[in-house]
Every structure is written in structure tokens, then in C-alpha cells.
């Protein structure tokens, strides 16, 4: 290649990959990225290996499970937990291979401030960071971003310095728009460019959406998903969520809202593509963190082994080089900076975990995938921390550990207490694809497939240095 592929990755928080207009599950409306599917490469098995903000963002960046960056929870307040400096992130490895870098939105990947400083200079608050430049940017040279901050509709934002930028205006339309200018600047520039653009949305508070995407759904028919209770709604945390079918209904309208929103920008940034001339020349991927369980098994957010909280939407597009369809290849989160680095053909960082399937993501033939992705969840919680710690104990040897197959997901599930059972979980997806019927085992010997798995699952154990079941 005389210049190399530009890159836009576009990602949003909380986006389910059942919630989408092409896949007819749910009566969402986003016209923009139905059209888009049909130009790309569609993962219908994309996951979150640790479905939770920091985490994943964390494996995107360095291609790396949790247990080996360190980011098993979210960036938060009390939790001495951010991705560390030197790290290789594919941010640093773009930069060294000349792409104009930028990231714009949501990081969540810094230590809050006000873990080490009581009022902070740049106005940061409770899980809020900005980050300066330097080594903890990991490459990205344009620069506007927060840590974590969910007030959709006065978001905030730093650059290069610790004055908050305050904004009045939707986060998602507000960062298509610095997106565009950094677009349209790109057409100047003689230098591939590399541009993240990371979403808030559709994360709660779901009612932060415009209205004008509020009315889309006013009168529209809702049909709740075959696993969904509606009585009384919890977060893995063990806290209560409002629940009711009213008001969860209300959260699925106000969440379909914001997809559509979702979509509008996406289009604009499409749009601007072409109006660039850079639609042949670029690599574009559409996706999301985690997903959002909305009253699936009686759980609204994420941190569970549900589909509906590890499955992810995932798309690709780049003409010539990328074919149309769908792909059943079992894509994970560490999997994603591999295979990016391996369509750009640019060198992969050795301590990478996941996988580069750029040869399938091209359809090149004979190219093999995964016959499994592996997922995790931690204790995190302040308290369980420090419930773990009095007793001696290491909490990140607590909680989930999974292995999702084409066809099986099962479940080791130490409880996120340490006087909780150890409880096993065999998922039929094929035969249950709601996960409504699990097998409950005593051990993995009870059940052949489950014994295949288990040990599977032990290796990769073994291989992370993960004390989970040791």
C-alpha cells in the first residue's frame, strides 16, 4: 500500500447487540446502521469478555484479559485500579506507524482524582479523571475526552490542559460534531488517521435522551423478551432497581431512544466519509462495551454470563477488502486489537492475548476461528473488597468465570461473597437460546460437555496465572 488504511472505530456503552433494527428482535429503529450491515461484515457472536466499562475497554486497548492489565472493575472511586502507563495499546502502536491519532468521548480507563487529591484542579468528581498528556493517553495526540461522567445532556470534556470544557448539548451529537471537524481537518493531512470515537449512550440514566428521539417510541408496541421479569429488578451489585412492567417498559423506550439517536450520528459520520473521499480508503467498525440486561432474569445493567450482557453488535466495513455477510466466528474483546493491528498490517504487541482473525474478517479461505472465548467478572465493590480482605482473602479469585462455545456457555460462579456455594451452569444456546434452562450441576462430571468444558476453562486459568479455582 502507498498509505496505509485510515481507521474509525465507533463504540457505544451499554449497547446490546439484540437492540438494532437489522436483526428484527427488538423494535428499535436505526435505518443508518441497517444500511451499513448490508455494505459490511456482521459478528453475530461478538462478546464482552468482561462485560463492564473499564474492563473492556481495557482488552481493546491492549488486547489483554483483565488478569494481565489489571483493570478487573471500573476506574472508580476507592478502587486503586487504571490502565497502567506502559502498557502498549494499539493508540501507541498507531502513533508509531505515523496515523494522525484522536480519541473523542468516554475513556474510563484513568484513576479517578479524587483518590488522590480531595478537590481536584481540572473539577473532576467522584469517578471523574482527566488525563494530561503523556504516557497515559497511550498514543492518541487529539484529545477530547473525560473519565466517566453520565449527564448526557451537560456533558464535559478536557484536552490539553485542566480546564473543563462544559457543554449543553447531547453527548452523542456533541462528539459526532468534534468528530467531523477532525474529519474534515484529516483531509488536509498527508498521514493515515486513526480515530476513536467512544459513545456514553445509551448508558443509564436512560431518560437523558432528546426528546426528539423520545417521540419515535411514544405509542410504539412493546414486546418483552421471553427471559425478562418485570416484578422486581436487581443489579448484580444486589441492589434494587424501580422496577414494575411500566416502568421498565418507560427504560426500554428511553434505551431504544438513544439507539436511534445512536444512529442519526452514525449516519452524519458516514456521510462525512464519502463527502471526504475517505469511504474506499477506511476501515470503519460499529460497536459497543457490553451490553444491557433490561429485565432479563429479573437483572437490568451488565456484569452477568447472559447473552444479553456479553453479546455485543459488532460491524466492519472496507470496500475491497472486507466481503459482505455475516460471520459466526466467535470475536471477543481481547481479539479486537489484534485483528485491527493485522488489517492495517501493522506489527502485533508480543504480550497480546487475543487473537488477530484479520484473514477471516477478510474472508481468505482455509482461515480458522475460535472454538471458544472465555469471559470473567470480579467482585469489585468497595465493601466486598474489603469483606474479602478481612478474611484474607484475594476477591479477584471470587465471582464468574465462563467459556461460551458456538452451541454452550457454562458457568462457574463463585459468588461475589466469600461464604457464598460454588455454583455450576451449563447453557444450551442452540436449544435455549433465552438461557431459561440451565443444567445446575455439583460437578462437571455429572454431564459430558460439561467435563470438556470445564477443563478447557481450567487451562486457560492456568495460562492467565488466575487463582480462581486453585
Known amino acids: 500500500m502507498s498509505k496505509r488504511p485510515n481507521l474509525l472505530y465507533i463504540f457505544a456503552d451499554q449497547w446490546r447487540r439484540q437492540a438494532v433494527g437489522f436483526r428484527s428482535e427488538e423494535p428499535v429503529m436505526t435505518p443508518h446502521i441497517d444500511a451499513f450491515a448490508k455494505e459490511g461484515l456482521v459478528f453475530n457472536q461478538a462478546l464482552s469478555c ?12 491492549t488486547g489483554k484479559y483483565p488478569q494481565s492489565h489489571g483493570v478487573y472493575t471500573n476506574c472508580k472511586l476507592g478502587a486503586d485500579v487504571m490502565l497502567r502507563p506502559d502498557e502498549i495499546c494499539i493508540g501507541d502502536v498507531l502513533k508509531a506507524a505515523g496515523y494522525r491519532t484522536g480519541y473523542i468521548g468516554k475513556w474510563h480507563l484513568d484513576l479517578p482524582e479524587e483518590n488522590v487529591a480531595e478537590r481536584p484542579v ?16 497511550h498514543g492518541f495526540d487529539f484529545w477530547h475526552s473525560y473519565g466517566a461522567y453520565d449527564h448526557h445532556l451537560e456533558p464535559h470534556y478536557w484536552r490539553d490542559s485542566p480546564r473543563m470544557i462544559e457543554v449543553k448539548q447531547w453527548s452523542v451529537e456533541h462528539e459526532t460534531d468534534v468528530a467531523l471537524d477532525f474529519l474534515q481537518r484529516s483531509a488536509d493531512d498527508e498521514r493515515p488517521f486513526a480515530l476513536f470515537v ?56 428511553d ?5 436511534s439517536g445512536l444512529d442519526e450520528q452514525f449516519g452524519r459520520l458516514m456521510a462525512a466519509l464519502r463527502e471526504h473521499g475517505f469511504e474506499q480508503d477506511t476501515v470503519v467498525v460499529l460497536s459497543a462495551d457490553h451490553g444491557e440486561l433490561m429485565g432479563a432474569h429479573g437483572l437490568m445493567a451488565k456484569h452477568a454470563w447472559y447473552e444479553e450482557s456479553v453479546g455485543i453488535p459488532c460491524l466492519m466495513r472496507w470496500p475491497g477488502h472486507i466481503p459482505r455477510g455475516e460471520t459466526e466466528l466467535l470475536f471477543n474483546s481481547v481479539d479486537i486489537m489484534p485483528t485491527l493491528l493485522g488489517l492495517l498490517q501493522l506489527p502485533i504487541p508480543e504480550q497480546v492475548e487475543g487473537s488477530d482473525y484479520s484473514a477471516a474478517v477478510r474472508g481468505e479461505e482455509g482461515a480458522a476461528g475460535a472454538a471458544a472465548a472465555f469471559l470473567a467478572a470480579f467482585p469489585g ?19 464468574w468465570r465462563a467459556i461460551r462455545t458456538a452451541n454452550h456457555t457454562y458457568v462457574i460462579h463463585r ?29 462437571a ?6 467435563m470438556r468444558l470445564e477443563q478447557e476453562l481450567k487451562q486457560w486459568l492456568q495460562r492467565m496465572g488466575d487463582a480462581f479455582l486453585f
Request: proline residues 10%; hydrophobic residues 30%.
Open 122 to 137: 481540572s473539577g473532576a468528581r467522584e469517578w471523574d479523571a482527566y488525563t494530561p498528556p503523556g504516557p497515559k493517553r
Open 255 to 259: 434505551y431504544y431512544a438513544a439507539i
Open 198 to 253: 467512544s459513545w456514553n449512550p445509551p448508558h443509564s440514566p436512560f431518560e437523558l435522551v432528546p426528546d426528539k428521539y423520545k417521540q419515535l417510541y411514544a405509542s410504539c408496541e412493546l414486546q418483552l423478551r421471553p427471559n425478562v421479569q418485570a416484578g422486581e429488578l436487581n443489579v448484580h451489585t444486589g441492589e434494587k432497581v424501580a422496577g414494575g412492567k411500566e416502568r421498565l417498559e418507560q427504560y426500554m423506550r
Open 50 to 61: 468482561t462485560p463492564l466499562c473499564s474492563p473492556h475497554r481495557a482488552s481493546l486497548m
Open 381 to 399: 465493590r468497595k465493601e466486598v473488597i474489603e469483606a474479602f480482605s478481612s478474611r484474607g482473602l484475594d476477591n479477584r479469585a471470587y465471582g
Open 445 to 450: 462430571d455429572e454431564h459430558e460437555e460439561a
Open 415 to 443: 459468588g461475589y461473597a466469600p461464604e457464598e456455594p460454588v455454583q455450576r451452569l451449563l447453557y444450551d444456546l442452540r436449544a435455549d437460546p433465552f438461557q431459561l434452562q440451565p443444567a445446575h450441576l455439583a460437578s
